[in-house]
């Protein structure tokens, strides 16, 4: 193989996805492997280096035509220094996880939040193509964010930048969020907050079809609500209603500091497509600066489960121009 | 005179300020002049360059011994092209600052936004000192902000960012702002905000105090409620304590996406000082992820005047670097 690469990474709790990309965004090779989290996931880094070389030598290809590795974490990164400060569900703490990586492979290592990355990914070769000024939104178990400025993402002071999911949304009141705090949006916004409405619906019985599903099946879930929704239950579009309306003041407020071109929303959540894009459209119009607003698209992500690896690699690219 | 040395400008409705200033901080020298405001600010760009030619050979400095020039406009502003898109105070729409001023000086000029400019002014020589990642909040009439990420201002895809003031604090109620829509931080926490709140006390005839100066000056200030809130005045106190809650919330809420060491309060208010500080860090605490709180001071500005000339001067230096 001629060319230069870069590996991708995106480390989750179940998961690690790799992909092999050109500098010019080809996907060359996309693969997968389980999470090794015995010992506390203290093989992950070994793990990783061996998943690469199998893969380098099945594409025919040496060390040295790799670029860079970026690799994504599920926590807190310092990422001058590439360690992950904390990532809950893997069991780190303080891991030293470029130093790890650089003792198994002669590669470059870059680490960072997997969020932030997937908002990176979305800007080389998803739905924020051509911005410079973009903010990301995950909706999925919990809500997640990415926001990058200048081109460049915000990872902040001690890796806690774009921790989107923890804007107040109702502030001393609402549900109490894993943070210990109230009223953060994710407790709204995500998969589990919009489940959690329907089922404080269905305790003051106002919806018939929420009610029958939930016996049915014996759970709901928030597809669920956008699904009875679309049939025209009352409840279910009250709940995508508020939802989005939450969503799109805290993105107003947000783009008014940030002034972007683009709103990515992607996650599980944002699978109902125009069904929860546009009151969210509408809710951000309303709160947002007119000048903010006129330039700002709100758009549904492209890559999906990409989106990490994808900004992994570009994050490399950005460091070796 | 030697060296090299940088010229800031900071255009304001009343006085354009200047400052001489070496590449290391030094400051020369400082000086302004009223601004010529008539035809719609069509001399000012001329005013400019006749000021900062005098001052120059004042100096005995030759424009190749200047290595550029910033200039602040209090308005939105095309960075790339150094165009204001507008400047109300001024009377400028779609105004060419960069051509006009480069037509009259043989400098490179680079145009900003005001309230971006004394942000990054005081991160090169005020309270933002060795911080990458900061917030500046100023609190005079209005409420401006700009935000440093990565060492560099947000200036937005239009010339917006920073525009903190227009943050929603009470959705769909409170005062109307110049903007048209309801409850912007700046409609509470500006001084004109603080004193709306003072007069609407009076006028519930809660505050014997405020009423006293109210009927011996004819008038109130945010002054007056900080002064009176000093002595006792339980209401003053409470419009304080408000104030301060929705801007630690508000500033919670960025900091969480923006993740940075220094958030730093400016403009007239902050001249209450720690009577003001402590409420807002007090509400910063309770609205803000542990994370982001731990590593996030909240502090006085120190430029003063000055802030808007340095950072005009220290945006011209990162570009030459």
């Not at 230069?4 to 989750?12: A, L, P, R």
């Not at 015995?38 to 998943?51: C, L, T, V, W």
């Not at 400025?149 to 804007?167: A, C, L, Q, R």
Request: proline share 2%.
């Amino acid at each position: 193989m001629k060319g230069t690469y870069i590996v991708g990474v995106d480390i989750g709790g179940t998961a690690i996805k790799f992909a092999l990309i050109k500098e010019n965004g080809y996907i060359l090779k996309k693969w997968e492997t389980p999470t090794a989290r015995k010992d506390n996931g203290s093989y992950i880094p070994e793990q990783i280096a061996h998943s690469v070389e199998e893969k380098l030598s099945e594409f025919d290809l040496n060390e040295e035509q790799i670029l860079g590795m970026g690799a994504g974490a599920p926590g807190y990164v310092d990422v001058k220094n590439g360690i992950v400060y904390e990532a809950i569900n893997l069991g780190w703490e303080n891991f030293y996880l470029k130093q790890k990586l650089e003792e198994h492979l002669n590669i470059d290592t870059y680490v960072l939040n997997d969020a932030n990355l997937a908002a990176l990914g979305e800007n080389w070769l998803g739905a924020g193509r051509d911005s410079n000024d973009l903010i990301a939104v995950t909706l999925g178990t919990g809500v997640g964010g990415g926001i990058i400025v200048n081109g460049e993402i915000i990872n902040g002071v001690n890796g806690t930048g774009g921790e989107i999911g923890h804007i107040t949304s109702t502030p001393n009141e609402g549900p109490r969020c894993n943070c210990g705090r109230l009223g953060c949006i994710e407790t709204y916004a995500s998969a589990t907050g919009i489940t959690r409405q329907a089922l404080q619906a269905l305790e003051k019985q106002v919806s018939t079809s929420l009610a029958n599903i939930h016996k049915e099946k014996g759970r709901l879930s928030s597809k669920d609500v956008f699904k009875e929704a679309a049939k025209g239950d009352q409840t279910s579009q009250m709940i995508i209603d508020y939802t989005a309306d939450l969503l799109g003041k805290m993105l107003a407020d947000l783009a008014v500091s940030v002034n972007p071109s683009k709103i990515i929303i992607g996650g599980g959540v944002s699978k109902a497509g125009e069904q929860l894009l546009q009151p969210i459209r509408k809710s951000f119009q309303s709160y947002a600066l007119g000048r903010i607003a006129d330039v700002c698209q709100i758009v549904e992500a492209e890559l999906d489960n990409d989106a990490g690896v994808a900004g992994a690699a570009y994050y490399v690219k950005q460091r070796k121009q």
